[in-house]
Each structure stands twice: as C-alpha cells, then as structure tokens.
C-alpha cells in the first residue's frame, strides 16, 4: 500500500477524525490552522484560519455541516464546513482541551484547563442552532473539575452521559441530567491521553500514559480488555469491521533523542480485540503517534504524528487474509 | 551581390536565453489518466522535469457525499486548482504491514539485534578428547576403549588448531550471529531461492497469471511467480519470473519452454540472472 502523505500542517498533529461517511478527514495541529482533506486522494478541501495558537481538539458533527474545534488561545470556535467560515467563537478562562459533539449534535460539550488561576471546568452547551448567538450563550450546564484535569472525553450512550478521561488515570461518567458523577474509576495509573469510541459506541477504548491501552464498556464502565506495550501509548482506535485495535504511540517528543535509535519506536501497531495479542505493525512516521483513526469502512486508516504529517493508509489484501491462530479448544 | 540578413540574435545569445527560460507545464488528460508536466530547477541549479500521472476514477457515492465533493476550496486552499495539490498532499513509498507471528519475537528486548555481536560466553569451553563430548576426557565413556587410543592423537591436534582460530580476532560481521546482519545487508536480488529461478521472456501482451501458471506448474512445484505488467493498462510486459522450488525442475523448464511456441509467439527462457550491481 502507497501511503498519501498529508503536508498541510508546520507542527505536530493533535488529533485527527473522519467524519461519519468517511469521506472527510480532519485534521488538527500545534499550527493555528485546522485542515479537511479529500480521504479518497489526500486532497486539501481548506484550512480553517481564525485561531490564535495550537488546536488541541475538534469534532464533526453527524450530518457533515459544522466542525467544532477548541485551542489554546482560550477560545472554542464553530465552524461552517462548506464555506470554512467561522461562525462563531467561546471565550473561555483558559484553554480548551477537548470538545465534542454529541451524537444528535443537539448538544456540544468542551473542557478547559485548569490554567491561569481557574479550575478545570466542562461546559455542555446547545447547538441545535449554530450561529453567532452562540459565542454569548451561557452554557446549559457546567461544573468545576477540582482533581485532576480533564485531559480527554466522549458522549455516552444516547447523549445522556459523558465519559471523561483525567491526568492522573481516573475515568469519570457524569449523569447530564443532573451533573452528577454516575461512576468513577481508576484504571489507569497515568494521564489518560485518548478515548475513541466502537462503531455502535457500546465500547470504549482508552489510550494512556502508563504504556496501556483498555477497553471499557461504555454504560457500566466495566473494563474488559488491556493491550500492553512498552511506550506510552498517545492514541488507540477499534476497527469498524474487524476485531483490531489499533495503537500508536512512543515517548514524549522531549526524550525522542535521548533513547535507542531502534526502529520501531513509531509504529502502528495492531493488536487483536479478543485476545490482546498484537499481530502487525506499520511504519511511516518520524515521531510518536499522535492521534488514529480508522475510515469508517475499516479498510484505511489515518494517523498523524508529531513529524506533522498525516498519513492515510489503506490496507493490502494480505490484511484482510490475515487470521489469528488460535485454538479452539 | 548576395545581400546579408539582418542578425536578429546569434546563436550564442540564444543558448543563454533558453537556460533563463523553463518549458511551459502542461496537462494532458487522455483515456482515465491525467498527466502533468512541469519543469523547475533543482538545488544544483540543473533543470528537471516532473511528470506527475493521475488516474481518474469514477465512484457511485451516496448523495450527501456527491453534494460535498462539489463544494469549492476555501481558507489556504481558495487558489488550488481541482486535484491533489503537490505541495500538500503527496504519495509516500510502500509501506507494508509486518506481520507478528510469534510471540517471543514480540516481546524481544530492544537491543536483541545487537546480541549475537557479542563474543560467545555461555558456551562449553572443554571438549572431550577422545569423542568431542562436552565432558572432560577423563569421565570420557569411551576412555578405556580402542577409540580413545585412536583419537587422542587427532584430536588434540584439531583442539590446537581450535584454539588457534579462536583466539585471533573476528570481525563482528564475520562471527557468530553476526551472520544473520550480514546477509540483511545483500542486495535482494541475491536471495537464496534465485538458483532455481528462470526468466520466460517474449510474452503475448494478454498473458495473465494463469496462463503463466499452467504453462510452468507440469514442471513441479513452483514457489513464486511474477508476471511483469504495465502499471496503468495492467496489460503483461512480455516478461515474467518464475522460482521453482528444486532446481532440477527449473532446469527442466528451460529445456523444454525454451523456442516453445505460445499464443503466436516464441517462448525464450533462460535462468534468471542476479541484478547487476551498479
């Protein structure tokens, strides 16, 4: 497979998504600029000018019309996809970490740090009409985060919850309806970096710091899978068609030069869902992973590194041949 | 009186302008593919010429994606024209997934390569003189028997020769282990399985690997077959490599196929040669 190399962005890549069709993708950068790419040939559909500073997250709602994206110069702005105009900007006290849409994209939620003398707080609000009233709204529901901040986050199961992911390993679900925690875990014993839910959302897996990756059930936050490696892991994606998870990973950016040149510090690596095994790796980039994600259809799959490239790869048949050897006794 | 011309510009002007000057880019689209030429400068200052092929594809979408793919560049992109933008999106080289199959080869150490460098350690040191056990000669089984009297002569001898070898210096791509780095290092084309490859050359353009296939498997077993094809029409080359698994049966191809008559055309076949190394 001849991998498209995505060019469109001067420094390292914070998370990238697909959106629900898969012909989009989304890619988001320590540069200002969001890009949305052509999946198909790799081809740049816009930039998305207007922040001030590094864009930590973004998200794409259901039907392909808006974008939602938050940075570091405290702001979270709303995106027209067709014409990329920004149609309307958050101020918030510090910068926002994540943000998302819910499923219905009724709602939107988004955390900022605890920076600058504020607390680390998630904000909920309606975006059920997206326009410039937006960028005065008051939040339909936010609270203050007095632990550890939150560091990534999903929506439950019938945007009823959200699932946050927090620095010091901890994974809360909140009760929307009251704001309340639901349940409380920790099994993670480092920042928890990604959190990606499965095709029917019923799963989640969690990418972390302390070199593992996990998967959860989403309404009872049960754990039921751990895939292990010996790196921090930055990113972790489920296959929509296959039993594969996906990992990308390496140290942090600031010890790349310190530890042995080995190759294969930057790779994908695929490890089976069920048996925790890992089959395969995928080599391409010249610094950790930073963020995965699979093509809806399961027979590509994007990353992008802190080289600043995206990279879409879509799979040989020899992928798709491959089965696990197992006993079935 | 011949009346001479007027000199517009001498030649000598003329090669100077043309340096300054590169060929304009241009486009071409014919039968699905779309091929661009552009020339430019390289960091030599030599001039280059860049031809970019495309292939233009159809596909049934679903609507609300067809809507999408109409709509116009904007932000950075505004000023691209239709396609992939070289500056922005590029195609790398192939990568291929590498498939883990055992487990301990997962879990190896990350300096595991360099291990075999190191000078063996753990190995027995003594051997026996009598039969080459790993035991001291004196609890040698056969110590009493006439075997020993027979060996013990040639076999201290081997030992000094032993250990004359040992103790001079090895270079790390020449020990133990250190094999298995050195034969990475080979140009692919000298793996072992080329002895027993042929070439069958003069190919009809319709050839498929089926064909190919039927024509070789009489021989034995066959172990990869490559058929060379044009990248854009997926017509044959005309070429094609076949590596058989013994080489009594590639030897046997050769003398059979070679000048055998195939869809109108003459088979050659002959070994296949190892890639010159240039």
Redo the contacts between chains.
Sequence with gaps: MKPLMLQGHERAITQIKYNREGDLLFSAAKDSKPNVWWSLNGERLGTFNGHGGVVWCLDVDWQTINLITGGGDSSCRLWDLETGKNIATIKTNSSVRTCNFSFSAYQAAYTTDKAMGRPCEVSIIDTRTIDESISTQTPILKWEITDSKVTSMVWGTLDETIITGHEAGDLIQWDLRTGKKVHSIKEHTHQINDMQLSRDATMFITASKDQTAKLFDTSSMELLKEYKTERPVNSAALSPILDHVVLGGGQDAMEVTTTSTRQGKFDARFFHLVFEEEFGRVKGHFGPINSLAFHPDGKSYASGGEDGYVRVQSFDQSYFDYTFDYNRD | MPVADDIQSSWADEVEIDQGALPPPSEVVENGLKIVTEYKYDNDNKKVKIVRTYKIEK?V??K??AK??T?S??????N?KP???P???????????????S?EE?QRP??G?LDGLKPPTSRVIFKCRTCQGDHWTLSCPFQHTELAQAKANEAAKSTDAKTATTNKYVAPYLREGGAGRGTSREPPGARRDDIAAIRISNLSNFAVEADLEDLVKGFGPVQKLYLAKEKSTGHCKGFAYVHFKFRADAAKAIQTLNGHGYDHLILNVEWSKPPQNN
Excluded: C, H, L, Y
Aim: no cysteine; proline share 3%.
């Design positions: 596909r979408v679903s609300s994606i999408r793919k709509w560049k904007f932000g950075d992109s505004a691209d396609g992939p933008n500056a922005t999106t590029n195609v790398s080289e192939d990568v291929f997934m590498q498939f883990i199959s487990k997962s990350d300096d390569e």
